[in-house]
């Protein structure tokens, strides 16, 4: 299905990251990858996995730091040349001004969650366009959150907002070049970003109790769902939001009180 096709993900923190079930599905279906880690700290976990799926290219990546996603480029553009897809799983925000009132968030913190949570897939999506083939794929992960008022929430659904609109402009930007541009809105999961807000295991068992499918998604869900996105199956889908959360996202009112 995606045998001998190249491509990068951003994200992996440690073996419950939402990048690492999907960089795990596209290796097990024949990608090669290159894989990405933020600091020395997070190395330490994130080498093992990447030798797991027997990964050649593991590249430090900040996305706060200056000029530190032009260097990844330069060491893929270096080693393959050409790739066939992306996937970025990435988001920060201050988690003391994830609690309590949205109004508080202060100009810095909004700042840097809006920069690396959404603006830094534009940038990839800018610096690696030379290198992408006909009929890439661009894909990242986002949340409920973006479209309705969740608690501890704040800033980052914003940030998830402004990314899902950023998925909508880049793929007519990309269109022209058969490269498509989605992103996957993953039910609550038990990764190290989503540990970062507040009440976050009742979030997980309410969506639990309340979703059509009574039980939240698996993280290998997530990576059939990326591999769709990824392959030739979704050729005709670009600038889409697909929600994979067990159909929560459908419920207005749960029918348990």
Not at 118 to 125: G, M, N, R
Request: charged content about 20%; glycine content about 6%.
């Amino acid at each position: 299905m995606i045998k001998n096709k190249k491509g990068i993900v951003f994200g992996i923190a440690n073996d419950h990251s939402i990048a690492w079930g999907i960089a795990k599905k596209l290796s097990e279906n024949g990608a090669e990858l290159a894989i990405t880690y933020q600091n020395e700290t997070l190395l330490k976990r994130v080498k093992p996995l990447a030798n797991e799926i027997n990964s050649k290219l593991l590249i430090e990546c900040d996305f706060g730091k200056h000029n530190s996603i032009e260097s990844s480029f330069e060491i893929i553009n270096k080693n393959w040349g050409n790739i066939d897809f992306i996937i970025h799983s990435a988001a920060f925000s201050d988690k003391n001004e994830l609690n309590g009132r949205y109004i508080d968030t202060s100009k810095n913190n909004f700042i840097n969650s809006l920069n690396i949570s959404c603006f830094s897939f534009t940038k990839i999506a800018k610096i690696y366009e030379p290198i992408l083939n006909n009929g890439s794929s661009l894909l990242t992960l986002s949340f409920y959150g973006s479209t309705k008022v969740m608690p501890n929430y704040n800033v980052m659904g914003v940030a998830k907002a402004a990314l899902e609109t950023s998925v909508k402009y880049l793929s007519v930007d990309f269109g022209s070049k058969n490269i498509r541009v989605n992103a996957i809105s993953a039910g609550p999961m038990r990764t190290l970003a989503g540990a970062a807000i507040a009440n976050a295991r009742d979030v997980y068992k309410y969506t639990q109790e309340n979703s059509p499918l009574n039980r939240n998604v698996y993280l290998e869900e997530l990576g059939k769902s990326a591999l769709y996105f990824v392959s030739d199956l979704s050729s005709a889908v670009t600038g889409e939001v697909h929600y994979v959360d067990c159909g929560y996202n459908i419920i207005g009112m749960p029918n348990k009180f």
